[in-house]
């Protein structure tokens, strides 16, 4: 069982960054994917960006490539989410998942823990 929470959500201005961080339970963080993923209100989820459990793959979505790095640090059972040239629609709830298999990309069936995901607001 992994427990996810993430935190570093708020509000900033467009062109700004934010940092997300996930925060794991579990001694088998490392073997894990990780996986970031949004919803906008009236939206469905979607993927952002995923991570292997080495950190040496990392997959984003086409709509965030350049501004949004996913990485991790399993010596600290996090993993980092950093948002930079924020826009006006990237503003959702950023949800955290893991994924206790080598698969490390959008569908968010495979991921089996998520976390209760964290507000971010970016204003116009």
């Known amino acids: 069982q992994v427990q996810l929470v993430e935190s570093g959500g708020g509000v900033v201005q467009a062109g700004g960054s934010l940092r997300l961080s996930c925060a794991a339970s579990?001694?088998?963080?490392?073997?894990?994917?990780m996986g970031w993923f949004r919803q906008a209100p009236g939206k469905e989820r979607e993927f952002v960006a995923a991570?292997?459990?080495?950190?040496?793959?990392?997959y984003c979505a086409d709509s965030v490539k350049g501004r949004l790095t996913i990485s991790r640090d399993n010596a600290k059972n996090t993993v980092y989410l950093q948002m930079n040239s924020l826009k006006p629609e990237d503003a959702a709830v950023y949800y955290c998942?893991?994924?206790?298999?080598?698969?490390?990309?959008?569908?968010?069936?495979?991921?089996?823990?998520w976390g209760q995901g964290t507000q971010v607001t970016v204003s116009s």
């Open positions: 998942a893991a994924s206790p298999t080598y698969y490390c990309g959008h569908d968010d069936y495979r991921y089996s823990y």
């Open positions: 579990g001694r088998t963080f490392s073997t894990y994917t």
């Open positions: 991570i292997s459990w080495s950190a040496g793959s990392t």
